[in-house]
């Protein structure tokens, strides 16, 4: 057992290192067309990831996420366009304003839920579309807010520095998720996805734990959306309407409802590489994701993820004739 | 300073008189907009009525059904009444059949997912829509250039006035099912208990198709009469959403309630369209969403659900 254990760290050691290369000479080995495609899938992926620690993790149902996204574009191209902030600061502030933006709907949470905050948030996202393409004077409404190239230090972000920057953010922000899913948070969150009122009747604050959660959810999602503003350097309004939300979750419910980091980065990567690889899918987006969405549905809970985890308990059950075959992963 | 302040109160309170008949405009063509989303927020009602899932597909739902009589009556040349029946028969039995396949087995995992799975079919239809017909704004034929029908003082086209008597009877139609048939009576005890009605010998399955199926019937008939109203295009879906405000507002669980809100809606809809800015009678209806669920989630009408542990 201690042996077979063993093996399995040095593999999981390997492959790591391997998908760490790759990444970090990816730009090298692929050209900057797909490294730019890597950027956008990571700026999706922050999207994707706020929104599985809500939906995932939480329980908490949002249509709203387009909003946050839109909130942290504007917010980061706004302040570099008008108060001159360097880009690092530009994109933390975007998130921070999203989250901002964010916490007070998690109050509304506490006394709806299900469909009906499905609801209010889809309305506060419509909302948000009006309000980025009616206040004209701000935004440029539907011309577009045209963003400058910003700099690092001495490198211009683009191409290269881009990949690189996008790709450190990217990071932290994956390992704080992973740390946030961990800790005494992300297990209250459980909590409350898995029973409200038992998680209530146990001491967890649902006031407190619920508008963090949204706020959270609001600041990755932001982030996201202030790189990809850094990134394709125009934003207009329609970018962030309800259509950005379904691409959003599409990425969550394919990658793995329950596995947040893994499932929400598998699912992004997948969802936008793979219409720009065959490029006829671009034109059918829209279709491919409620495609998508019904057939992980009825055919594959829990996702790529969870697929993969219900194999391997399966294939490790039939070697070793355990009596049980570990939790079983998935069916969010 | 005084003198100052009546004179421009008399002057505001004059300007309003003399805007009477504007208003009086705005007002009745709100209720006419208002009608149309209270028909179809009572489709709202029924599937949550029935099933508890709110269905975010309803509004493809109506655009297919004025697609489709677009379709029967000037691509196959078929007379007026037939294509119209013949649409609202083939909306309900897509909306069957899409419940069905996408939507039964999904009732035992959990609601997230339902609501979810209608969206994706909400995708899926808008999609096929576009395809075949286009993105643009399709000529729908007029339904009632025959009969012509116009009150006397009353600003409305005689189709405005002809689908608001539609949706009108529709609405008092479903009203009497609901309480006076033995299908009703039966959709009913499905919403209130689903396993006690199964107790009772009453087919759940059945009664939810049945739901469904006269959601999709409500649906197309709602997009066929105001097709003229709001034209025909792929993303005429929206109307959905208005007709879920509607449906909220009223009460989430009440007939009559979904058409007081719709007119509601409608109203202040035009009357914050015409005083306060365009772009504005769009955010209102959100608005309205958003302080309805919070302060008072059971809608004018409806009964306060308690919701036990």
């Known amino acids: 057992m201690l042996k077979r254990m063993s093996t399995n760290k040095w593999k999981v050691g390997v492959l790591v290192l391997f998908v760490a290369f790759i990444i970090i000479f990816y730009p090298k080995i692929f050209g900057w067309y797909w490294a730019f495609v890597l950027v956008l899938a990571g700026c999706y992926f922050l999207g994707a990831l706020g929104y599985n620690i809500l939906l995932g993790l939480a329980g908490q149902v949002s249509f709203g996420q387009a909003a946050f996204f839109g909130i942290g574009a504007y917010t980061s191209s706004l302040l570099i366009l008008l108060l001159d ?46 309000i980025f393409h009616e206040w004209v004077s701000l935004t440029e409404g539907p011309y577009g807010l045209k963003v400058p190239l910003t700099t690092f230090g001495p490198w211009d972000l683009k191409t290269e520095a881009l990949y690189y920057f996008v790709l450190v953010i990217v990071g932290i922000l994956a390992f704080t998720a992973y740390n946030i899913d961990r800790s005494c948070i992300g297990r209250a969150f459980k909590a409350i996805r898995d029973g409200e009122v038992a998680a209530s009747s146990l001491g967890i604050n649902l006031m407190n734990y619920k508008t963090m959660a949204f706020a959270i959810s609001g600041f990755y999602s932001g982030v996201g959306g202030a790189l990809l503003a850094l990134a394709t350097r125009c934003i207009m309004p329609w970018d962030f309407d309800f259509r950005l939300t379904i691409a959003l ?71 070793q004739l355990r009596p049980f075959s570990g939790i079983r992963h998935g069916n969010a | 300073m005084v003198e100052k302040i009546i004179s421009s109160t008399r002057l505001s309170i004059i300007c309003f008189l003399s805007d009477m008949p504007i208003l009086f405009d705005v007002i009745i063509t709100g209720i006419g907009a208002g009608v149309l989303y209270g028909l179809v927020g009572l489709a709202f009602v029924l599937i949550l009525k029935a099933t508890n899932v709110v269905n975010f597909f309803q509004g493809d739902t109506c655009a297919f059904g004025a697609y489709l009589t677009v379709f029967f009556a000037a691509q196959l040349h078929l007379n007026l009444p037939l294509a119209v029946g013949l649409s609202i028969l083939s909306a309900i039995a897509l909306t069957v059949f899409l419940e069905f396949v996408g939507l039964r087995p999904l009732y035992k995992v959990s609601i997230i997912q339902v609501v979810i ?15 075949y017909w286009g993105p643009q ?152 969403m958003i302080f309805m669920l919070i302060v008072r989630p059971s809608g004018l009408l409806g009964k306060p659900v308690v919701r036990k542990v």
């Open chain 2, 117 to 131: 799975g209608t969206v994706a079919i909400s995708m899926i239809m808008r999609y096929l829509i576009r395809l």
């Open chain 2, 137 to 288: 704004v399709v000529p729908f034929p007029d339904l009632f250039k025959d009969i012509p029908l116009k009150i006397p003082g009353i600003p409305l086209g005689s189709a405005t006035v002809w689908m608001m008597i539609l949706a009108t009877l529709s609405i008092s139609g479903f009203a009497i099912f609901f309480k006076y048939t033995r299908w009703g009576t039966a959709l009913r005890a499905c919403c209130q208990d689903r396993s006690s009605a199964s107790l009772m010998g009453i087919n759940v399955g059945a009664m939810m198709s049945l739901a469904w199926g006269l959601s999709g019937a409500i649906g197309s008939i709602a997009g066929i009469a105001g097709a003229h109203m709001i034209s025909v295009y792929p993303e005429m879906g929206i109307i959905g959403l208005k007709g879920f405000v509607a449906s909220i507002l009223g009460g989430a669980n009440s007939i009559p309630g979904a058409l007081l809100g719709g007119v509601i809606l409608g109203v202040l809809e035009n009357l914050s369209g015409f005083y306060i800015s365009f772009a504005f009678r769009d955010l209102i209806a959100f608005i309205i």
């Open chain 1, 249 to 319: 979750l599409t990425m969550v419910v394919v990658g793995g409802l329950r596995s947040t980091i893994a499932g929400s980065a598998l699912g992004a990567v997948l969802l936008t590489f793979f219409p720009e690889w065959t490029g006829k899918l671009l034109e059918i987006k829209e279709l491919m994701y409620g495609l998508l969405l019904l057939f992980c549905f009825l055919f594959l809970r829990g996702g790529i993820v969870g697929g993969l985890a219900r194999a391997k308990d399966k294939i490790g059950a039939r070697k």
């Open chain 1, 85 to 130: 902030f360097p880009a690092w600061a530009s994109v933390f502030l975007g998130g921070l304003f999203a989250g901002i933006i964010a916490y007070p709907i998690g109050i509304p949470a506490l006394k709806i839920s299900g469909h009906y905050l499905a609801l209010v948030t889809l309305a506060f996202s419509e909302g948000f579309v009006v």
